[in-house]
């Protein structure tokens, strides 16, 4: 089944189902406990299974560390620096985690040589793929993708223009990364136009903070960064739902304004919930938003104010927030499953 849409608009349209939901009467304050970690840690933060990593360019010789989130330990710096055939420039990764015999693994895509990898956590490069060799016509190539199965990825095709008057609004993609065939196209906003060349700017609410796979890879969940809003991709039907926060600003009114009010830093999942930690530029950080697969809207939870990242084990259900000093709290969430 391919779904596509090719219309171009002077306004955009959401090609799904809306949902406005209200913050539930009860907020849970969660009381969490310091992690120290021994050496330099910095940069993008992620968690599995009691494996801390954090990539960042900062780092002298690795581009992402790995850390026992209990003794803080860093046990490896991997991905290494460079231009050599396992050295990288930059990378960049979406809790796309795998588990071979007891052995965990991430993906990477190395954006420099067009090329996915999975790498362990001692360093080892176990597949590549090369993205290059997908069918796209799309001029920023791969950004986020997740791994479906032993043939399939998901990924997120930014958008851009391709006239002078045109913008194609981002889409997901399905690929056969063997064969190089494009599988799937959904498209959750319609193309715009705009009349004059200097009226262009890159709608803001296309700029994301995450995407999020269920872990039985059956849908995606997308928090936007500048509209209070999370969107349900259903990737075997192509069914979408946008689950938005009551009052908030419409498509028009953020490209109206002068400033632009940040909503949602960062989303983590597990089987049964979507995280997504809010953000506001004029309050404190430390408000997450729960919801279930289904767009319902379950609880609040109140962490550290200055938490500005978090990252979730979703084996171990804990939850790891990050302030602007590095300091790293943990919050235990098994009573919340119970």
Request: glycine fraction near 6%.
């Amino acid at each position: 089944m391919l779904l596509s849409f090719s219309s171009c608009k002077e306004r955009f349209e959401f090609y799904g189902k809306d949902i406005v939901v209200t913050y539930p009467d009860r907020i849970d304050t969660l009381v969490g406990y310091p992690v120290k970690l021994e050496n330099e840690y910095t940069g993008f933060m992620s968690a599995y299974d009691g494996v801390l990593l954090f990539a960042s360019s900062k780092h002298p010789d690795g581009y992402v560390y790995v850390y026992n989130a209990e003794t803080g330990k860093r046990t490896k710096a991997i991905c290494p620096v460079g231009n050599g055939p396992d050295e990288v420039i930059s990378v960049s990764f979406y809790e796309c985690f795998e588990r071979d015999s007891g052995k965990i693994s991430m993906w990477f895509n190395d954006v420099n040589k067009r090329t996915i990898m999975r790498v362990d956590t001692q360093g080892n490069i176990l597949q590549r793929i090369h993205t290059k060799n997908l069918q796209s016509t799309n001029f920023y190539g791969i950004g986020m993708f997740f791994i479906l199965n032993d043939s399939l990825l998901l990924a997120y095709m930014q958008s851009e223009e391709i006239f002078e008057n045109k913008i194609l609004a981002p889409s997901y993609r399905v690929f056969n990364y063997i064969t190089g065939e494009t599988v799937k196209n959904y498209k959750l906003f319609s193309d715009y136009e705009v009349n004059h060349r200097n009226e262009y700017l890159l709608p803001p609410f296309y700029l994301s903070a995450s995407h999020r796979i269920k872990p039985d890879k059956s849908k995606l969940a997308l928090a936007m960064s500048y509209l209070k809003q999370i969107i349900i991709l259903d990737i075997k039907t192509g069914k979408a739902k946008a689950v938005s926060i009551e009052n908030i600003p419409n498509f028009e009114q953020v490209f109206s304004r002068d400033t632009i009010t940040e909503y949602h830093r960062e989303m983590c999942c597990d089987e049964r919930y979507i995280y997504v930690l809010e953000g506001d530029l004029e309050k404190s950080y430390g408000r997450v938003n729960v919801f279930d697969w289904e767009g319902n809207f379950t609880n609040v939870l109140q962490i550290n104010d200055d938490a500005v990242e978090f990252a979730f084990d979703a084996v171990r259900k804990t939850l790891y927030t990050k302030n602007d000093l590095e300091e790293i709290t943990a919050y235990d969430l098994n009573f919340f499953y119970k």
